[in-house]
């Protein structure tokens, strides 16, 4: 998906676009990612890719078709969200019923549960389940911000309270970031619209 990205939108020569895949294919993450760690999240990672490259092509309904995909594999799909609800609030063109598509992806993906009887709900009680426990369901090792104030020797009630602190400082600094593209003006090229899309993302990780 990195070399049809590179090539559709940024134009690039079949050789430059064959090195992006190269590189995307031999990051020692993707590795590590599969072989070490026993992952697969090359799976939800592609159907946010898709989910970005439609959404650059003004394709909203399988935009978040593919974005409801992502999110079936895995929660993590919902950081970019942000960049979603950027590109919802700038262009007019994006109507709110267009979101219908990533319920219609999630009920498709949960038909083989529902049918052996589990209930359609239980999807998202498993996310809930993920994030409500401990403050360190926040990052789980991860190397971001919270580990600076979050440790083992933190009072669990000191430790929910810092929880909570760190996603309304994401959220604040989300929010002013797309407050700013909004109120510049920024029109999507092919690198204004990945250097937010990127921005957004790895700031919400």
Do not use: H
Request: overall charge positive; some cysteine; charged content about 10%.
């Amino acid at each position: 998906m990195g070399g049809i990205w590179a090539k559709n939108i940024w134009k690039k020569n079949a050789l430059e676009c064959f090195l992006i895949f190269g590189c995307i294919f031999m990051s020692p993450v993707v590795i590590l990612n599969s072989s070490f760690w026993a992952q697969c999240d090359s799976i939800y990672c592609f159907f946010c890719i898709v989910t970005l490259y439609l959404l650059f092509q003004k394709k909203y309904w399988l935009a978040m078709f593919f974005w409801g995909a992502a999110f079936s594999f895995k929660l993590q799909a919902v950081f970019i969200l942000p960049m979603i609800m950027l590109m919802y609030i700038k262009n007019k063109d994006f109507p709110l019923k267009k979101f219908v598509g990533s319920i219609v992806s999630i009920v498709c993906l949960a038909l083989p549960g529902i049918l052996n009887g589990r209930n359609i709900l239980d999807i998202l009680k498993i996310y809930f389940g993920q994030v409500s426990g401990d403050a360190d369901s926040i990052f789980y090792n991860y190397p971001g911000i919270c580990n600076i104030f979050i440790n083992a020797d933190s009072v669990s009630d000191n430790r929910m309270y810092i929880k909570s602190l760190c996603l309304i400082l994401a959220f604040c600094v989300l929010g002013m970031f797309c407050v700013w593209v909004i109120y510049q003006k920024i029109e999507f090229t092919s690198y204004t619209f990945t250097f937010t899309a990127f921005i957004l993302t790895y700031t919400a990780v």
